[in-house]
């Protein structure tokens, strides 16, 4: 085949352009520190870094639940907890009743105190958090237990569950039940033992003793499943946390360049170049004036 100075010099210059092209690559990668700035550059890369990124943005929204859920049940620990200790004491005061030493005028003092720890229990289980009732079910615009004029207690009756997921296919409960713990039975056995301190009836306050460690136990097997579903949390998010730095050193991994790799091709294609630039003067055809000198 003849090959003619015209096809010297066009396969010259395309080489010429293929280096400066190349040397461009390596200084974009440089100066941004990416393996590609447009998916063209390389659709594989891409791909993955587009799964990667979903899988980390997954990651992130889940531990955002998680903080939610965690937000619903330290509140909901916290308040079983006060909610334990007024039961305790309602014991206390039953079992100080139940002496045969008191009198009506001590029993009215701690009907008086009973009273006020009524209060406080209604109030623990209307706890707001961020304007939603953790007491309620799914009904979180609603308090759970309400008072009318005439101090009658209504319980709500919404059991709900609600359920928040956690991790991919994972829900987690995140409220306690109101059933198990704030009850019609509960406020009337108060109430029951209020009356039985009006009427200074002996029976009848020993009987508050046995319903209010009914009411006990209730609460405390309520606090042990919510710290069951705690322990379990725990875990889900240590899970997540695992996830997330894999699937960022994965995506660092497939995106960010290597410097010393990019600085070393880019000084090699720099040599390339100009030996190309030195072998590409001696290829254009030589004038006239040349051959006389």
């Known amino acids: ?37 447009r998916p063209s550059d390389d659709p594989v890369i891409a791909m993955k870094g587009m799964n990667y990124r979903s899988q980390v943005t997954e990651v992130e929204q889940f531990k ?21 200790q007024a ?34 229990l209604i109030d623990i ?4 958090v961020n304007g939603k009732y953790i007491f309620n079910g799914t009904g979180t615009d609603t308090k759970p237990v309400t008072v009318d004029g005439t101090g009658q207690i209504t319980v709500s ?12 296919g994972t829900k987690l409960q995140a409220n306690v039940e109101s059933s198990s713990v704030f009850t019609d ?20 306050i020993e009987a508050s003793i046995g319903a209010l460690d009914e009411n006990i136990n209730k609460t405390i097997n309520a606090r042990a499943d919510l710290g069951a579903r705690m322990n379990r949390l725990d875990l889900v998010e240590n899970r997540l946390g695992e996830q997330e730095v894999i699937a960022k050193k994965m995506m660092t991994e497939n995106e960010n360049i290597d410097y010393e ?25 030589p004038t006239l004036l040349d051959f006389l000198r």
């Open 261 to 285: 790799k990019v600085i070393t091709q880019l000084t090699t294609q720099e040599s390339i170049h100009r030996a190309a630039l030195s072998a590409g003067s001696r290829i254009i055809q």
């Open 185 to 204: 039975d509960l406020f009337q056995n108060i109430d029951d033992f209020v009356t039985a301190l009006d009427n200074s009836n002996q029976g009848d």
């Open 64 to 84: 955002r639940n998680i903080g939610e859920v965690h937000n619903w049940m330290d509140n909901s620990d916290a308040a079983l907890d006060k909610a334990t």
């Open 1 to 37: 085949m003849r090959i003619t100075q015209s096809m010297l010099s066009n396969n010259m210059l395309r080489n010429l352009s293929n280096s400066y092209s190349k040397m461009d690559t390596y200084m974009n990668q440089l100066s941004t520190g990416k393996k590609i700035n």
């Open 157 to 168: 009756t919404n059991n709900d569950r609600v359920m928040i997921e956690v991790a991919n």
């Open 125 to 128: 289980a209307n706890t707001n």
């Open 87 to 120: 039961l305790q004491k309602f014991r206390e005061l039953a079992v100080q009743a139940s002496n045969d030493t008191y009198g009506e005028e001590e029993r009215d003092n701690i009907k008086e105190e009973v009273e006020q720890l009524k209060e406080h």
